[in-house]
């Protein structure tokens, strides 16, 4: 392999983990809501609320992870609101989800203008990156793998904490139970709604931490396009990953480096129009909810259907 290629390979592949990083973190979140029973549509709007939420905190503070715990909490706050509307209003999952993302647009655009109208709204510390000892210095797989920023390992490491808590543990099986067979559930002494404003909350917290992770490890700055549809694209990394936290950190990856691709081109010089490039990762989204790739098969049975005890 010549020099100009690896570099390319490299280049490629270190960003495309760089960017999957996100994604793959609001995918872990709606896995949990999703195999609960509650279809959390609002995501996109939670991670656009968490990113203005770690910079706003980062610009008062200058701290790194104090930011984060602020994401987080606007996550979680945000997604009360949701469960209730979804599991205890009953509301439309689907509608109350796509209006929510309106309402924390505007939400977000008015805090920021009123908050920064006359103070420095510039770059704020972020997250460099870590070079594991010895691991960093492996061909290809080193700077790639090894050279990430911190929240990119803590988010590999609750890949394997989510797939333990949804699969080994009796929580996991009470989460799961409620969203394929809630009947069942219920009799068998689980509390479905409660099951569902656990899913749905741990949804919001790891979309609000996706949020803070986009501005402290990737950008740096916040602007009202800054989650630009990655709420959606977990959505789809979900179906995709076919409600498995293992599948879906694959699939995240994917779609990080198809994400990266265009602008790895572009440092070859190709001469590929831009926004065709850009549309790549949005394809594979579309393809991936479609359910080409197989994942209706796979979808909890009680998805987005509400329960009633009485009913």
């Known amino acids: 392999m010549s020099a100009f290629s690896q570099a390319f390979l490299v280049t490629w592949l270190t960003a495309g983990i760089r960017l999957g990083g996100p994604v793959l973190l609001a995918?872990?979140?709606?896995?949990?809501?999703?195999?609960?029973?509650?279809?959390?549509?609002?995501?996109?709007?939670?991670?656009?609320?968490?990113?203005?939420?770690?910079?706003?905190?980062?610009?008062?503070?200058?701290?790194?992870?104090?930011?984060?715990?602020?994401?987080?909490?606007?996550?979680?706050?945000?997604?009360?609101?949701?469960?209730?509307?979804?599991?205890?209003?009953?509301?439309?999952?689907?509608?109350?989800?796509?209006?929510?993302?309106?309402?924390?647009?505007?939400?977000a655009a008015?805090?920021?203008?009123?908050?920064?109208?006359?103070?420095?709204?510039?770059?704020?510390?972020?997250?460099?990156?870590?070079?594991?000892?010895?691991?960093?210095?492996?061909?290809?797989?080193?700077?790639?793998?090894?050279?990430?920023?911190?929240?990119?390992?803590?988010?590999?490491?609750?890949?394997?904490?989510?797939?333990?808590?949804?699969?080994?543990?009796r929580f996991g099986v009470g989460l799961r139970a409620a969203g394929e067979n809630p009947r069942a559930a219920d009799a068998a002494g689980v509390s479905v709604p409660r099951m569902r404003y656990f899913g749905t909350l741990l949804s919001g917290a790891a979309a609000g931490l996706a949020g803070g992770y986009l501005v402290l490890a990737q950008i740096g700055l916040f602007r009202d396009s800054i989650v630009a549809g990655q709420g959606f694209i977990a959505l789809g990394i979900v179906i995709f990953g076919r409600w498995s936290p293992w599948k879906a950190a694959l699939a995240a990856m994917v779609f990080g480096t198809c994400d990266a691709l265009q602008l790895s081109l572009q440092l070859l010089g190709t001469h590929l129009p831009e926004d065709l490039l850009l549309s790549i990762p949005y394809v594979v989204t579309i393809l991936a909810i479609s359910g080409i790739f197989g994942g209706r098969d796979a979808r909890p049975a009680a998805l987005t259907v509400p329960y009633l005890k009485d009913a």
């Open 27 to 107: 995918a872990l979140g709606e896995t949990f809501a999703e195999r609960s029973g509650i279809l959390n549509l609002g995501i996109e709007g939670i991670l656009l609320l968490g990113a203005l939420a770690s910079y706003l905190t980062s610009i008062h503070t200058g701290s790194l992870w104090l930011p984060l715990l602020a994401a987080m909490a606007s996550g979680l706050a945000a997604s009360l609101f949701l469960a209730w509307m979804y599991v205890t209003v009953r509301a439309s999952q689907v509608v109350v989800g796509l209006v929510f993302n309106v309402l924390a647009l505007g939400i």
């Open 110 to 169: 008015t805090v920021y203008r009123r908050t920064l109208a006359h103070a420095s709204a510039g770059p704020i510390a972020m997250f460099q990156a870590v070079h594991i000892p010895w691991l960093s210095d492996l061909p290809i797989l080193g700077p790639t793998i090894f050279s990430q920023t911190l929240p990119l390992y803590l988010t590999l490491v609750l890949v394997a904490v989510a797939h333990f808590a949804l699969f080994h543990t």
